[in-house]
């Protein structure tokens, strides 16, 4: 077995721990892969790092550990999830929705997915396209796609048209596209729904919308979005799981569920109803 660690190297936290893996990792014969960040921390430079070794078509990675909080998940989804590759979370951050896995557990869920004694959840994710050949950095979205006014610029007039029909003119700080996954996340923060990720649905929810008429609106996840945006300094944010970029005004974003999937690692019968209760008191 094969397990490729990536980390946030800011929290020193997150270091220890992946020391502490790494140690429990090797007695038990797992071949480890360092991100990039790890091995210039200086963790141990004589594992492989995971850009060298997935260059080879005959190194495969059968798991991947995001070591840190929700940002390093999604930042770990990032690198690895057109490679296919189950991501296990565990959490040195804060909340730890999508990292699920506490510091205290570590051994316990680890001797579990080396002996096989584990489930794997597919989550959909959005891809964001435009006309404009280059112009996004990064397309693919786990939690969210958020357009968003730019710097201290007033509220922004998002246009969204759903399936060929127009929809609505948002006037407000800014529009999020979520998935159930991100249901939890940004979404949950401006006053959107929660979903239980296994739903196949999209949701729309405005960010300091001003019209008091307006509320989130969960639509198929097959649905295609087309979203054009004017504001007075004549651009945007556009903001795809928190990478973020400034935007030209003249830029028509494509919005629609990506042919990609994340996999998640689920140990221990974790459930939604029980995150929710664990994470977000709910009920308490």
Same mark, same amino acid.
């Given at each position: 077995?094969?397990?490729a ?21 090797? +007695?038990r014969?797992?071949? /480890? ?17 995971v ?7 005959? #190194?495969?990675?059968?798991? @991947? ?10 930042t ?5 999830? #057109? ?6 979370? /565990?959490?040195?951050?804060?909340? !730890? ?7 205290d %557990? ?5 001797? +579990?997915?080396?002996?096989? %004694? ?9 891809e964001?396209?435009c ?5 996004? @950095? ?11 006014k ?7 007039t ?9 929809? #609505? =003119? ?16 940004? %979404?949950?923060?401006? !006053? ?10 999209? /949701?729309?929810?405005?960010? @300091?919308?001003?019209?008091? =008429?307006? $509320? ?7 649905s *295609?979005?087309d979203? *054009?945006?004017?504001? $007075? =300094? ?19 974003? #494509?919005?629609? $569920?990506?042919?990609?999937?994340? *996999?998640?690692?689920?140990?221990? !019968? ?6 929710? *209760?664990?994470?977000? =008191?709910? !009920?308490?």
């Open positions: 077995m094969t397990i660690i990536f980390g946030n190297t800011l929290r020193s936290n997150t270091i220890r721990e992946v020391k502490r893996i790494i140690d429990f990792l090797q +007695q014969d797992v071949e /480890i892969v360092l991100s990039q960040e790890l091995r210039h921390e200086g963790i141990n430079r004589e594992f492989p790092s850009d060298d070794y997935v260059s080879h078509d005959n #190194h495969t990675i059968d798991f @991947a550990l995001s070591v840190g909080g929700d940002g390093t998940f999604l770990t989804a990032t690198l690895v999830g #057109h490679l296919d590759i189950p991501i296990l979370g /565990i959490n040195c951050g804060h909340l !730890g929705y999508l990292a699920e896995v506490q510091t %557990n570590v051994e316990l869920v680890l001797d +579990q997915l080396v002996n096989n %004694n584990y489930t794997i959840e597919k989550r959909s994710m959005l964001v396209s006309q404009q050949e280059g112009k996004l @950095a990064s397309p693919y979205a786990l939690n969210e796609v958020a357009i968003l730019s710097g201290l610029s007033s509220m922004i998002v246009d969204v048209t759903l399936n060929g029909e127009f929809l #609505h =003119n948002y006037k407000a700080d800014g529009l999020l596209v979520a998935t159930s996954t991100g249901s939890t996340a940004y %979404n949950l923060s401006v !006053g959107g729904p929660l979903l239980d990720p296994h739903v196949n649905a999209i /949701i729309l929810s405005p960010v @300091a919308t001003h019209s008091l =008429n307006i $509320r989130p609106l969960v639509v198929l996840d097959d *295609k979005i979203i *054009k945006i004017a504001s $007075r =300094n004549g651009n945007f944010m556009l903001s795809v799981d928190g990478r973020s970029q400034v935007l030209s005004q003249d830029v028509q974003l #494509h919005i629609e $569920r990506s042919q990609r999937t994340i *996999k998640l690692v689920r140990i221990n !019968g974790q459930t939604f109803m029980q995150s929710l *209760k664990d994470k977000l =008191n709910w !009920g308490k």
